[in-house]
């Protein structure tokens, strides 16, 4: 089946820049997107989703950007800090069905 | 107190053993799930329950059974674990009827020897 995917496994970047994790779906029927935090020994943690209706979404320091031409999801993180480090999840959805959970990006914050 | 508990948190037992998983929640949620994570694997749905009269099997079903004793109570069970089902177990609630998110458990570690 079609399923969630994520172009980098990992990505370093330096206190106080800006990051950016990308997700690739491919189920173009998707019409509800959530990106999760999961740090060590815990579970993940709702950050911020957003609609098919939608292109841009921001929250506290993050902003998601969907681009349904190419199917692409994103996660930009403003200013990042070391609490900022962990594992991050894309997840999509139609509606009436379960989400569908991308392989994770483990972002590490270098001091 | 975390909304979605999970018991017990790590678990290591042997290939063989019947094993349960609990989870209990208190935001009132109707929908309950299991999910399998694997390192450099997404999280994978065993099993979700939509109310106390419904189960239904996820992508990776096999070798897992579920019980909903209540609405706050979902368990998760390997009546014949093998070591392929080591992994972080998560239990998640979510509301019915909207799109919205899934609220996680702290996760339950399992190690079958």
């Known amino acids: 089946g079609e399923s969630v995917g994520l172009h980098l496994p990992t990505l370093s970047v330096q206190e106080g820049d800006n990051s950016i994790i990308n997700c690739a779906y491919s189920n173009s029927a998707s019409d509800y997107f959530i990106w999760y935090k999961q740090e060590s020994g815990k579970g993940p943690q709702f950050i911020i989703d957003?609609?098919?209706?939608?292109d841009k979404r921001q929250g506290q320091r993050v902003t998601v950007l969907l681009n349904k031409t190419v199917k692409h999801l994103s996660l930009q993180i403003a200013a990042t800090q070391p609490g900022d480090s962990a594992v991050y999840f894309c997840?999509?959805?139609?509606?009436?069905?379960?989400?569908?959970f991308g392989p994770g990006t483990r972002l590490s914050v270098l001091p | 107190d975390a909304d979605v508990t999970q018991t017990p948190r790590n678990r290591i037992t042997k290939t063989g053993k019947r094993i349960m998983l609990e989870c209990s929640q208190t935001?009132?949620?109707?929908?309950m799930y299991w999910y399998r994570q694997d390192p450099g694997l997404g999280l994978r749905l065993i099993y979700y329950?939509?109310?106390?009269?419904?189960?239904n099997k996820g992508e990776i079903s096999d070798g897992y059974s579920v019980s909903r004793q209540a609405q706050a109570k979902f368990s998760l069970s390997l009546e014949s674990a093998i070591p392929n089902q080591t992994a972080l177990y998560f239990c998640?609630?979510?509301?019915?009827?909207?799109?919205?998110?899934?609220?996680f458990g702290e996760g339950s570690r399992l190690t079958v020897l």
């Open positions: 957003i609609r098919s209706n939608m």
């Open positions: 935001k009132g949620h109707d929908r």
């Open positions: 329950s939509f109310d106390v009269k419904d189960i």
């Open positions: 998640a609630t979510s509301v019915e009827g909207v799109d919205g998110e899934l609220f």
């Open positions: 997840a999509e959805k139609i509606h009436g069905q379960n989400f569908v």
